[in-house]
């Protein structure tokens, strides 16, 4: 699916990812390709991610995800990348 990640200053991050989690108003919850329309609300947490066998985490001071038609876009307060890792 197509991710981006938009803030007041900045397109943070633009690509593909496979698996998104974030950290919802109520509780954490995971994108996949092809999920369900939606639009809600995140709190300050970390937004984790996973595209092409990498693991990337940012830190977000809350904000708002749109889900629709396999793009997902993100609008946040502000943005902290955490260092990538990969799995083995």
């Known amino acids: ?4 990640i938009i803030t007041p200053d900045k397109t943070a991050f633009e690509g593909q990812a496979q698996v998104l ?3 919802g108003s109520s509780g954490e919850f995971e994108v996949l390709d092809n999920h369900a329309a939606m639009i ?3 709190k300050a947490g970390n937004l984790r991610m996973k595209a092409d066998g990498q ?3 940012f830190t977000i001071d809350g ?3 749109e889900v629709l038609d396999n793009n997902v876009t993100v609008l946040v307060e502000s ?3 955490a260092a ?3 799995n083995a």
Do not use: I, N, R
């Open 1 to 4: 699916m197509q991710v981006k």
């Open 21 to 23: 989690t974030f950290p």
């Open 40 to 42: 809600s609300l995140l």
């Open 55 to 57: 693991d990337q985490s």
């Open 63 to 65: 904000g708002v995800v």
């Open 79 to 81: 943005l902290e990348e």
């Open 84 to 86: 990538a890792s990969t």
